[in-house]
C-alpha cells in the first residue's frame, strides 16, 4: 500500500495525537521504504497553513527522501479536464490548495501499477471547489481520514478496539461488599 497525502492531513497529525512526533517518525519510516508520499505542492501549502509548525518542519527536513515527489503536468491538466470542480478559480497564487497536485500523484502512481491510498481531511466541499474525498470518489480512488490511517498503522486505536476495552470485565472475580 502507498499512502498519498495531502496538506490537511499533514496539518491535522498534532490535532489527532498525543505525541506528533511518534506519528512523524513513523511516517518518516513509510517515506524512506516508499510507502508514504506527498507532492511538492503539499510543501507550498504547508508553507502557508502551518509555518514554523511541526508540520511544515517534518515535511521539510523528510520530503527529499520522499521516491515520488508529483505528478507529471499532463495528470494535472487531465485531472482538472475530467473534473474541473477541484480547481478553485477564486483563489490568489498565495492560496490555491494543492488538491489537484495530490489526486494527480495519486492516479499517475495508480496508473503505473501502485495500490494508492489517498489521506485527506479535505472531506467537504468547498463554496469555491470540490474536495479531495470527492474527486478520488469520481477517480475511483481510495481516500481516507488520518484517524483511519493512523488505525491502519497502529497509531491511534479503533473506535471498534475502544468498544472492545469497554466491553471487558475488569473485575477481579470478587463481588463488592
Known amino acids: 500500500m502507498l499512502y498519498v497525502l495531502d496538506g490537511p492531513a499533514v496539518v491535522s497529525v498534532p490535532l489527532e ?5 511518534v506519528v512523524f517518525l513513523a511516517m518518516t519510516d513509510l517515506l524512506d521504504n516508499g510507502d508514504l508520499c506527498f507532492c511538492n505542492e503539499v510543501v507550498d501549502e504547508l508553507e502557508r497553513t502551518a509555518r514554523g509548525e511541526p508540520p511544515l518542519v517534518w515535511a521539510k527536513t523528510a520530503g527529499p527522501n520522499r521516491a515520488h515527489k508529483g505528478a507529471a503536468y499532463d495528470y494535472w491538466e487531465w485531472v482538472a479536464h475530467k473534473f474541473e470542480a477541484i480547481i478553485d478559480t477564486t483563489a490568489r497564487d498565495t492560496q490555491v490548495s494543492a ?7 495519486a492516479l499517475e502512481l495508480r496508473d503505473a501499477g501502485r495500490d494508492v491510498t489517498v489521506v485527506s481531511e479535505d472531506r467537504r466541499p468547498k463554496p469555491t471547489r470540490a474536495s479531495v474525498l470527492e474527486v478520488c470518489e469520481f477517480f475511483g480512488l481510495r481516500c481516507i481520514a488520518l484517524v483511519e490511517f493512523l488505525e491502519e498503522l497502529g497509531l491511534l486505536a479503533s473506535e471498534e478496539d475502544d468498544d472492545q476495552v469497554e ?6 472475580g470478587e463481588e463488592d461488599g
Do not use: C, R, T, Y
Not at 488538491?99 to 500523484?105: F, T
Open 17 to 21: 495525537v498525543d505525541d506528533a512526533n
Open 167 to 172: 466491553d471487558l470485565d475488569w473485575s477481579d
Open 99 to 105: 488538491a489537484l497536485q495530490v489526486v494527480a500523484q
